[in-house]
């Protein structure tokens, strides 16, 4: 046992060594097929990183974009967008300025615009409309920019005179102020322009890097779109961490979880700069589409697996309430549930009637129900009137007569394909029933005529030997038995042709012969189709088996001058069978192709082993026409050669199947033209039935 265990081993292990070398010799691009970018996890990885730094990216060089949008940088020249970011800190400084002439400090006013690019006159206009300056800090002002204010004189610290002029309370007064372009001091006025410039001239940029930064995360989402559910090394989608979570369920916590972050994130930045708002717009955004991408990722792997809908907490409510009103429908009788429909039809009539009984709609519900009636009754009276032709058809016996169901519904339909499959199912037992009376008339003539052959054989034969021997004696009495024995009694031996007597001797034994030949194989064709033979399965060699079997008919090959062509692989092939069935399957296919193959012809033989089973092949071209299909060719008694001219009774086939399929093996017949071939096929012996049937041998 333990030299059959290691014989074992070691063929395993030449089995492993020869996918190992099959493997190796795939060439490295088809092996490296399996392993996708879309299924690599460090990818993934750098493709969420890459979305978020492009999202964030985009999201600032979009607000950035939208903010120097709004302060006119894609619409003003250059002038006019350095003037609008001066024209805040302008301001301040009129305003500043107006307020200490307001408290009568006017020498506080004019140091204001000192070391400043900014100069400011006081104007006071009269009544004629001309402009009277009262105060100015500075000359030379051409190429500047100006700015007014239109500020009333409140008089905080009571009169002011400015240049001889007496201030009036609540009279407006113009402050007119003076920006120098050439900025030649440093001081706010100059830093606004700089950052003025600076955005001016970024501002294409800025939204070039904010559609690219915008289209890099769109490439980077639907990358990870198309990697979800993808892992190296497999070939089907694999399931995600929440998969398990139904779909309409998994959408309602995303979407509410971004609404609220949403809420909380505007809350938030209400009270920041335009810059801070900007930022923290961008961070949450990126955040949001992060947590996003997670859901639809899930949802994508969903649809890739085909289960989107079905996973989805609605549709499983939906279906159970479904199957539920089905199974309570199913139960209750059909007359009931029409009786039913009928009142709820009528209730709903009472309650429109009911509602618009005073109106001229009412009157067209009523109607309109009723034409809905009409057309439900008519169609409930062709649906039975077709189901009731179909019912008397089968009645009739006209099995292959069919309900069209295209247009029936609910039970209607299922009636109607029950009557269809009942239609078939008489037709196919029909057909069954003729088939069997048909083989079991031919089966019945077969038997009587290759029980009457020999039979009539040794009768005949049986005659001639007593008509021999009663010449011999000349006592012949074709009526008197008594009479024919005397005479063969007083008969002398030397009268009597001995070698005519030999020869019908010879004709009884071989009659005989073959008359008990065709017996034992009727009670083995009986055997072996209820499986009362005992089988005792072993390990068998089947090229050894089959060559011995060929030998056996060789001389008879010879003799129809078939060539034999036999091909059997290096290695020795072991099956799990009974050698002594085993033999009498080969016995009697070769004694069929001795019989009808065609001579002159070739006749293969191989043994091939395939996916774990064990192939024996015979192939010849036949003497007659094989008219018959190959089922019917596994039938008892039923011979290619109808003409029945030839030595056999039709049971060869028949019980070689048998025997093969008692010892757990496959037989098939294929009939191409004038080609004859079958397939006997038997699992690969591989030890397994021998440790079952000896447990204890380990």
Known sequence: MSDRLQQEAMVTEERQQESTEKEESIPRR???????????????????????????????FTGFCIYIGINGYYTEGRNAAITDAMRKE???TLYEFASLVDWGDIEEARKLCENKNIDIQ??????????????????????TVIMDLHQPFRGESGEVSVNRHTMKEDQQYLYRAFIDMDFPCDDNFRRSAEEA??????????????????LFCIICFIFLLC???????????????LTGIPLDVLTVIFFCGAMFFTYILFNFISFMDDLSQVVTLAVGGTILLVCMTFYFMDFALRVKRGRCWRSSLIFKILRGIWRGGGFLIGRIPLVITTVMVYFGICI????????????????????????????????????????LNASRALAEGRGDYEVNTAGMFGEFKEHGENLNGLGQGIARAVAEKIKSEHLKTELISNVSHD???????????????????????KQVSDENSDAACAAMDNCRPEEVDRAKIAEYAEVLLRQSRRLKKLMEDLMEAAKATTGNLEVN???????????????????????????????????????????????????????????????????????????????????????????????ELEERFVRGDKSRHMEGNGLGLSIAKSLVELQKGQMEILVDGDLFKVTVSFPCDSGLWYLQAHPNSL
């Not at 006071?124 to 000359?139: A, C, H, K, Q, S």
């Not at 709609?361 to 009409?374: M, T, Y």
């Open 30 to 60: 088809s092996r490296n097929r399996k392993y996708r970018l879309t299924g690599s996890l460090p990818a993934k990885i750098i493709a969420f990183f890459l979305l978020a730094g492009s999202c964030l990216a985009g999201l600032l």
């Open 90 to 92: 302008c301001m301040d």
């Open 122 to 143: 006081l104007i006071w206009i009269d009544e004629r409309g001309r402009d009277n300056v009262l105060l100015d800090t500075g000359e030379g002002r051409d190429g």
């Open 197 to 214: 410039i600076r955005l001016y001239e970024l501002r294409y940029g800025a939204a070039g890097l904010a559609v690219g930064s915008i």
């Open 227 to 241: 990697s979800a559910g993808h892992r190296s090394g497999q070939n089907d989608i694999v399931p995600g961490v």
């Open 348 to 387: 709903l009539e009472l309650v429109g009637v009911t509602l618009f009984v005073r109106a001229e709609a009412g009157v067209l519900l009523w109607a309109l129900e009723k034409v809905i009636l009409l057309f439900l009754i008519l169609y409930i009276a062709v649906t039975c009137k077709k189901l």
């Open 451 to 473: 029980l009457k052959t020999p039979l009539t054989s040794i009768i005949n034969y049986t005659d001639l030997i007593y008509e021999e021997t009663a010449r011999a004696g």
């Open 537 to 631: 399965p072993e390990s068998c060699e089947v090229g050894v088996l089959l060559s011995q079997a060929v030998g056996e008919y060789q001389q008879r090959m010879e003799e129809k001058e078939l060539e034999l062509i036999t091909r059997q692989p290096e290695e020795p092939v072991k099956i799990m069978a009974d050698g002594r069935h085993l033999w009498r399957v080969f016995d009697n296919l070769l004694n069929n192709i001795c019989k009808y193959a065609q001579e002159k012809s070739r006749v293969y033989l191989s043994v091939e082993e395939k996916e774990g089973r064990v192939l024996i092949i015979f192939r010849n071209m036949s003497k007659y026409a094989l008219n018959l299909p190959a089922d």
